[in-house]
């Protein structure tokens, strides 16, 4: 009698600590399955987003904690200063996307087609726009779906969004260009990769900025710089990305189609960048199997535009690029 009291009482205790750890499983999970949802589908900000008063109530900031924050897709309503043509794309299930087209100043050396980087526009990439024009190329400036002013209500964070790049690339390329060249940052760089890989874009070559490793490695990135731990949550976000998205987030693994990549490649990197790691940049690097690729790293830099932090290096490794592996156009 006196052994069956302490073991019915263990029996209790682990009973009860299955309980929590289910609770608290399921409520990981749901935490999740909601930042997932809010990272992947970017809200319209409306006149008062971000003049509106966040609750310091306790149970507001709990939620707001057990939830995630909201994203929200920022919206461009200036025009560049240089002439341009806008140009309206569709996707293959009628996503309308938005882009600027621009012919340089003088004989154009070939086109460069532009795509900027998570919640951005082709407005942020004005600089480099400007910069290519400036080296004597036409520019395509692309807004990817839910971003800027194109269609659709979700992001995949590239992983569908490489079709834009297919559709841009075919759109100058049957105007009658034979020079395209495609770059990209952050995860416009990861759609061009997988872009070249999985559409059979043959560009004269391709510039990928702070391309991340995978959906995985990049929320990660993203718990790294919030300051919370990595682990489960970027593996359980990347799980609900690819239930609530409808494609696997853990096969979304850039060094798959890296290996698919014969074209020229310039990769860069911020040595200081926190979202994206030297090892990351290392692996996709040796996973290019192009003889013709370099790799370039921007003392100082973080996870940003490479030509504002360092405009002469930037220039002179990107002009010795596109002079070195443009075609002939004869």
């Not at 075919?170 to 105007?175: E, I, K, P, T």
């Not at 990197?269 to 790293?297: C, F, H, P, W």
Request: aromatic share 12%; proline share 4%; glycine share 6%.
């Amino acid at each position: 009698m006196k052994n069956r009291k302490p073991r019915r009482k263990l029996r209790i205790i682990i009973t009860w600590l299955l309980w929590v750890l289910l609770v608290q499983f399921i409520l990981i999970n749901i935490s999740a399955a909601l930042y997932a949802d809010k990272l992947t589908h970017l809200h319209a900000a409306t006149a008062d987003t971000w003049d509106k008063p966040t609750s310091q109530n306790i149970f507001a900031k709990t939620w707001r904690l057990f939830s995630g924050p909201t994203f929200y897709r920022q919206t461009l309503s200036q025009s560049p200063a240089f002439a341009y043509s806008p140009v309206v794309l569709k996707t293959h299930d009628d996503i309308s996307i938005n882009a600027w087209y621009s012919r340089a100043d003088t004989l154009p050396k070939g086109t460069v087609i532009l795509f900027h980087g998570l919640m951005g526009h082709k407005g942020l990439v004005m600089d480099e726009a400007v910069a290519f024009r400036n080296l004597g190329y036409n520019v395509m400036m692309v807004d990817v779906r839910d971003h800027g002013n194109s269609g659709g209500n979700t992001t995949t964070i590239g992983y569908r969004e490489s079709e834009e790049v297919s559709l841009a690339y075919n759109y100058v390329q049957q105007a009658g260009e034979k020079n395209i060249f495609l770059w990209g940052a952050s995860m416009g760089a990861v759609e061009i990769i997988k872009a070249v890989s999985d559409y059979g874009v043959h560009p004269s070559g391709i510039i990928v900025e702070m391309p991340f490793l995978s959906l995985q490695s990049h929320l990660e990135g993203r718990a790294r710089i919030l300051g919370f731990p990595q682990q489960p949550f970027a593996f359980l976000t990347t799980f609900w990305i690819g239930i609530e998205r409808g494609f696997n987030g853990f096969g979304f693994k850039i060094t798959s189609y890296a290996k698919n990549i014969e074209c020229p490649v310039l990769e860069q990197y911020g040595e200081k960048d926190e979202l994206v790691l030297k090892k990351e940049t290392d692996a996709i690097y040796q996973a290019i199997a192009s003889r013709n690729k370099k790799l370039v790293i921007y003392e100082g830099a973080m996870h940003e535009s490479f030509l504002k932090r360092d405009p002469a290096r930037w220039k002179k490794e990107v002009e010795s690029f596109l002079q070195q592996f443009q075609r002939p156009t004869f």
